[in-house]
């Protein structure tokens, strides 16, 4: 994962790009048949998030072929830093509006005891849950703490610019 640090800061100008609109291919999410999906691996959440059963976090699931490779290389980030992200929250409202429990829910649903990962389209449209991933993930290579990490998220995105945090528990 260090290899990747360096490529954030440029992710972080191209996802500045990125537009907090919801994009039309996921406006009305639909399961294609005879593509290679099952509803057990491709399913529409409640919240109106896709969401897709791979084998582990090693393989990414396919509703990121479409995307942009930096947005890829996020949800790549999110899958092995799952110890950091549990302990963000998020700032863009998905606790309300989906339910997340931390910045993890925006790309994560659920790790599975066999190892497979239930993935979550919700990062894919939205620039505030993939900037708290990369910073948090930053700032950890940075040598910060789990407590440090989150204040530093906490103090940046609780401004009053932001929806209401996910209902997160605070590291130890």
Not at 36 to 47: G, K, P, Y
Request: aromatic share 6%.
């Amino acid at each position: 994962m260090k290899k990747l640090v360096p490529l954030f800061a440029i992710f972080i100008l191209i996802l500045s790009a990125c537009s907090n609109a919801s994009d039309p291919e996921h406006e009305h999410h639909e399961e294609k048949s005879g593509e290679n999906s099952s509803a057990e691996e491709m399913h529409n959440h409640l919240s109106g998030d896709l969401q897709e059963v791979t084998a582990s976090a090693e393989e990414l699931p396919k509703f990121l072929d479409s995307k942009h490779e930096d947005i890829r290389l996020v949800y790549q980030v999110a899958g092995k830093a799952t110890d950091i992200l549990q302990w963000m929250p998020c700032y863009c409202g998905c606790g309300d509006s989906a339910g997340h429990r931390s910045n993890l829910n925006c790309f994560i649903a659920e790790t599975r005891d066999d190892g497979s990962i239930v993935w979550d389209d919700h990062g894919t449209r939205c620039q505030v849950c993939l900037e708290i991933a990369v910073e948090s993930v930053q700032l950890y290579q940075d040598g910060k703490s789990l407590k440090e990490i989150r204040e530093a998220i906490d103090a940046k995105y609780s401004n009053g610019q932001y929806a209401a945090p996910t209902p997160t528990e605070m590291p130890a």
